[in-house]
C-alpha cells in the first residue's frame, strides 16, 4: 500500500446534540460520534462500517460540514480547518464531493439531468458547462447523451446513481463520500456501479470513503476498513486483514450475520441478539458488552481504549479474538497472501 | 448445533392440499402492460418458497395478486388461482376482502410505513381484530401480547401504548409479523422483508419466520434480491424474469446446478460469491425487458443466446437430478454448468 500524506484526516471528530428537556434548562449533551479518528490517503478506498445509529452516516455528512462537529480537527492535505465556520467547509467541500443515499431524492425532480451535472460547474466556476463537455462527463459514468433531457423519474436506480455520480464528478473531487451507493440496487447492476468507482479511482487517484452495510461488497472494493458501534470506532484495519480475522467481537457478529448463499450452511441460531442500544442510554463499560457472547464482568464497568497494534491495525476490546485463527469467509475466496 | 433441515417438514405422500395454487396466471396494468405471464406457482402447508429476481421482473405484482392488493387497472386471468381453497379470478371485493387475514396476510419492506404513525400499536392491533365480535377487550389484548411476545418483543405490554416512531425498523417488522400472525392466516407473505433491516437485525428475523413455520405451521412466500436470505430460509425456489417463471426447483437445485442462462448470471453477480481479487465485479448488463416482447425474455441479455431462441418460445422442460426442477430455456440441458466462483 502506498504510504502517501493523508488527503483528509479527521482528528477525534464528535458530534453531539441536545438532550431531551426543556429548553430552559440544561440538558446534557447527546453525543452521535464520539471521538472519531479516521484517515484517508490519495486513491484510498476506506469503508465505514456499522449497524443503523452506529453515527456512520453522521460521520460522511460532519467531515464535509453537513452536520456540525462539536470538537474535534479535520485537516486536508495537513493544513488544519481554522474553524468549523461554514466557510472552511466550503472550501473543503471544493475538493470533495457526497453521493446521498437516495440519489433520486437528492435531484430536484424539474431539472433536467444534464442542467443538474452543469450545475456544481456553474457554482464554483470551475469546468465547462459547455453541452459537449457535459455529454463527456455523462459519458464516464456509462450515461450516453440522450440521458441529459431526461428528468430523475425517467431513470432506472442504477442510472440515478450513475447520474448522482457524474454530478459529484463533475468538479473532478479528490475524495468522494459515499453514503450506502448500493442499496436498493439489484446484485446485476451493483457491480457496475463499484467498478465504476474503481475506475474513477484510476483515472483520477479519487478517494472514496464509503459508508455502507453491506459486507459482501465492502469484500471487493475496501483497502481499509472502520467499524463504529454507538458512534465508536471499534475496529479498524485492512480490509484483508479485518474481514479474514476480525478481532472485536462485533466485527466478528456483523460478519457472521451475513446470509450465505449456499443453503447447506444454514445457522441454527442467529449470530447475535438484540440490536444497538440507544445512544440515550449508553451502557456501561464498554458498550457492546450487552451484546457480546465473551463478555466478562470487566467489561461492564470498565470501557476498552482504542489499541494500536501491528499492521496500522486498531481495536477497543478487553478479551479480543484472536487475529489470527481464520474462519472461512462465505463464498469462495481466492489464495491471497 | 445441528443446522435446520433443508427438507420440507411435509415431504412424505399423499402431498396435502396446496395453499395456493396457481395455473398460467397473467396479470396486466391496462390492456397493454402485461407484468405477469403464464405464471404456475403451487405452495403447500408449511413450505417456505421464495422468488428471486430483478426490479420489474413482476415479483412484487405476483405477490400483491394474491391478496387482491392490485390497482383498479390491473386485470388478472388464468386457468386456475385458488387460495385455501377460494378462487381468487371469480372473488368480488368482499370475498377477498375476507381472505385477507384468516388465508394470507402480508408482511412488507419497510415496516416504518405499514403503520399508521398517529396510532398507539395496540389500537392498530386491536383494529385487525374487528371481525372477532364475541371476545372481550381483555382476551384480544390478552391474544395481542401473546402474539407479540411470540415473535420476540421485549416487554409487550408496555409496547400496546407506544407509537411507531418509538421502536426501531427491526421491532417494528416483528411488530408486523406478529400482526400478520393474529390472524392465523394459512399463508404469509413477505416482499422483501428484510430489505430495509441491519444484518444482525435480518439473521433475527429470518430466524423468527422460520420458527414460525415450525411453531404455527404457516406457509410463507418470501420475495427477494438477496441470495443470501433465499439460500437461508427457502424449501423451493423460483426464479422470475419479465413476469415468467425461468426456472423452479428446490433450493438445492438451484443453488448447486441452477440451469437457465439467467440464474447462472444471477449468481455471478452475488457478491459473496465473487472470488476477492477480481478486479472487476460481474454485470448483467442491460436491463429487464417488457414481458412478452419476445419469445424468450431473455435473449437479449443472453450469454448463450441461438437462433432457435429468437424463432421458438422456449419449453418448460425438466431438468437434471433434482427431482421437480424445471427451467424455461432452449439450450439449458446442455449448458447446465455450475455458475463461476463456485466449486461443487
Known sequence: MREQPPLIEADRLSVDVPGRGLPFLRRAPLSILAEVSLTVRPGEIVCLIGESGSGKTTFGRALLGLVRPSSGRIEVDGVPLPDFSARSFRALRRQAALLFQDPVSSFNPRQRIGAMMAEPRAIAGVGSTRLADIVALAGQVGLSERFLA??????????????????????????????????????????????LFLDIREQHDTAFLLITHNLSVVRHIADRIVILYLGRVVESGRADDVLRAPRHPYTRALLDSEPVPDPTRRRAEPPVIGEVPSIARRPAGCEFHTRCPRAQPRCRSEAPVLADEAGGRQVACHFPLPGAVSIPAPGRRMAKS | MKPPSLEP???????????????????????????????????????????????????????????????????MSGTRFNLAGTDILKADRTALAALRGPAAAMIFQNPMTAFSPIHTLGRQLTDLLWRDRDPSGAQKRARIVAALAEVGIPDPVGRLDAFPFQLSGGMLQRVAIAAALLMQPALLIADEPTTALDVTMEAQIL??????????????????????????????????????????GTVEAIFRAPRHPYTQALFACEPALVPTGMRRLPVIAGEVPRPGASLCDFASRCAVKAARCVEQAPPWTRSGEFPGHHVRCHGSALSGSPPSGRTP
Open chain 1, 150 to 195: 431526461r428528468f430523475p423519474h425517467a431513470l432506472s436506480g442504477g442510472q440515478a446513481r450513475r447520474a448522482a455520480v457524474a454530478r459529484a464528478l463533475s468538479v473532478t473531487p479528490r475524495l468522494i463520500v459515499a453514503d450506502e451507493p448500493t442499496a436498493g440496487l439489484d446484485v446485476s447492476v451493483q457491480g457496475g456501479v463499484l467498478n
Open chain 2, 9 to 75: 417438514p411435509s415431504a412424505e405422500p399423499p402431498l396435502p392440499a396446496p395453499v395456493l395454487d396457481m395455473r398460467h396466471v397473467s396479470v396486466s396494468y391496462g390492456a397493454h402492460v402485461p407484468a405477469v405471464l403464464g405464471v404456475d406457482l403451487t405452495i403447500r402447508p408449511r413450505e417456505i418458497v421464495g422468488i428471486i429476481g430483478e426490479s420489474g421482473s413482476g415479483k412484487s405484482t405476483l405477490a400483491h395478486s394474491v391478496l387482491g392488493l392490485l390497482p383498479k387497472t390491473a386485470r
Open chain 2, 207 to 248: 430466524h423468527l419466520m422460520r420458527s414460525l413455520r415450525e411453531r404455527a405451521g404457516v406457509s410463507i412466500l418470501i420475495i427477494s434480491h438477496h441470495l443470501g436470505v433465499i439460500a437461508e430460509i427457502c424449501d423451493r425456489v423460483a426464479v422470475m424474469y419479465a413476469g415468467r417463471i425461468v426456472e423452479e
